[in-house]
Every structure is written in C-alpha cells, then in structure tokens.
C-alpha cells in the first residue's frame, strides 16, 4: 500500500486560502449565471456534471464503498446539501453577491449550538458572545438604507441557506463515521443534482436554449470544476492536516473574497452601515471559531468536532 504523501502545514493553508478565493469569486459568477438559468436548474445541472466528473476521479473509492449506508448517507447529505444551495441561490437573486457571501458565513456561529444537541456540550461565552455579534450584524448588512426593521426576501432565504448549510455539516459529522468521505460526496452531489432538476420540471419553465452564451458557459464551468470539484479537493485534503479552529478561521475568508470580488466586479457600493455590519459579522465568526466549545469528554467527541469542520 502507498504510503500518503504528507505536506507541509504551510501547502495545507495556502489549499485552503485557495479555495475561499474561488468560492469568493463563485459569489459574483452565481450572480450572472442566476440571470440566465433559473435556481433549481442551475443546481441540478452544475451538481449532475460535478457528480459525473468526481464519480470518474473517485471510482475506486465509490466502488468498494457502494451499499445502503452510503446510499442512506449521501441521500441525507443530497437533501441538505440542494436546501443550502437553493435557498442560497434564489437569495442570490433578490439581494448582492457581497451581502450573499457574508450572510451564509452565519452558519459558522450556528454549528456549536447544533452540535450542542448532537454532542451534548453546552456552548461558551464565546459561542454566545460570537451570536449577538452575529445579530447586530446582519442587522446593519441586511437593514442598510431601510427605514424599516424587516429583512429583505433575498437577505431572507441567504439566512436559511446559513441555517441549511449549518444542518449539512452537522449531519456530515455522522454519516461520515460509517461511508468514505469523497464517496459519500459523490452521492450527495447526485442526489442534490437530480432533486435541482426535478423541483425545476416542477415549477420553473425550461431553460432557455437561446439565453445560453459563451460567457454562460463560461461561468458554468467555473461553477462545476473549479467552485465544486477543485475547491472541494483542496478543502477536504487541507482540514484533515490543519487544527480545526485554524481552518476555520482560513475558511472564514471566503466571506471577505466575496464581497472583494463583489466590489471589483459586481460594482457593488460600499458604506458606513455595510462595512460595520460585515466587520461585525467576520468577527462574529472568528470569534465563535477562534474560541471552541470546551474540550470533548472523549476522543469520540473531538473526531465529531474534526469532521464537522471538514466540510463547507
């Protein structure tokens, strides 16, 4: 058996800063493919190829770790991970790139508290702290130049999506201890993929052929290969050799990739009000990740904090 090859820890951090710069960027090509293809269409078919092309570089692993737990397992993960995206996608066409990225970067202040029913570990005052930082600041990103206290439909579905995306990790943490990871990840990009294109037979028109362009294709393939394949790789390879509280903080980044590439290619503009909130939101979730919740009882416990932090 081939021995794993091991890298330093710095190649391991620079993979994952690598693939916040391409979620980051991923943010604004969403936004332009969102305004040709309808959400669930968009899913279905970005998820179906990314599928297609992971299920050929992990066929081994697909191949002996084939049963009904992984199937169970990866249908589970299928249904979280197509309710993230799509509440997150449809968020993406009422509201901007920039407010989209932070606002799902919640869902790293929402994990210790769901982990708290999973693993029976009170959250700190961090944890809490790291809330009500959170609160006060998608106040300010989803309230700025409102004279109202209500949320935004897209900054609405964006928080759902945190929430989704939060539940997806969680559940990760589970099936992952019973089925191959990249196994289990081929499957789930299956399921989402087919349930995209079933919910868009159901209550959106068919894509237009005529709207397809280059530039469609374009962000397309960005979106499968590099959004979802390359990214993917990166992560799952880094997370397993970087200290969790570290590799969040890196993963944090993609919020501020995102707004970056917001204001560089989207134009989005930039105020008092927004920029609090978003500091007030990046801190919020360095904060809930720099400080854990208490150590595990158990080397059991810790395993579930590790892996729940390997996936996005």
């Known amino acids: 058996m081939r021995a794993e090859r091991v890298l330093p820890q710095a190649a ?57 737990t992984l199937l169970a397992g990866g249908a589970l993960l299928g249904v979280l991970l197509f309710a993230a995206y799509w509440t997150q996608t449809v968020g993406l066409k009422y509201t901007t790139p ?14 210790p508290f769901l982990f708290w029913g999973v693993a029976k570990r009170r959250p700190t005052l961090y944890n809490v702290c790291a809330a009500v930082l959170c609160i006060v600041g998608v106040g300010l990103v989803s309230l700025s130049g409102s004279a109202d206290l209500s949320l935004g439909f897209g900054d609405g579905m964006t928080l759902v999506c945190s929430v989704m995306f939060a539940g997806h990790i969680v559940a990760t943490a589970v099936v992952s201890k019973k089925a191959d990871i990249m196994a289990l990840t081929v499957v789930q990009f299956a399921v989402a993929g087919v ?34 394949c390359v990214a ?65 009882p158990d080397d059991v416990d810790d395993a579930i904090v590790e892996d729940a932090m390997a996936i996005d």
């Open 98 to 111: 920039g407010k989209n990225a932070f606002l799902t970067a919640v869902y790293c202040v929402i994990v």
């Open 12 to 68: 391991y951090k620079l993979m994952i800063v690598i693939a916040t710069v391409i979620w980051g960027i991923s943010f604004v090509v969403m936004k332009d493919a969102v305004d040709v293809m309808e959400p669930s269409w968009l899913i279905g078919i970005r998820f179906i190829c990314t599928a297609i092309i992971l299920s050929a570089v992990f066929w081994r692993r697909l191949r002996a770790s084939f049963g009904r």
């Open 232 to 296: 993917l790789a990166f992560q799952n390879a880094a997370v397993a050799k970087v200290p969790p509280s570290q590799a969040a903080i890196l993963l944090s980044l993609e919020s501020v990739f995102g707004v970056g590439a917001s204001i560089i290619l989207y134009g989005e503009q930039m105020t008092l009000a927004l920029v609090s909130g978003f500091v007030l939101i990046l801190g919020a979730v360095i904060l809930s990740e720099a400080f854990p919740l208490k150590r595990p």
């Open 195 to 228: 349930l995209g294109c079933a919910v868009g037979l159901i209550t959106e028109p068919l894509p237009n052929v005529a709207a397809i362009t280059p530039d469609f294709l374009f962000n397309m393939a960005y979106l499968i290969i590099f959004a979802s």
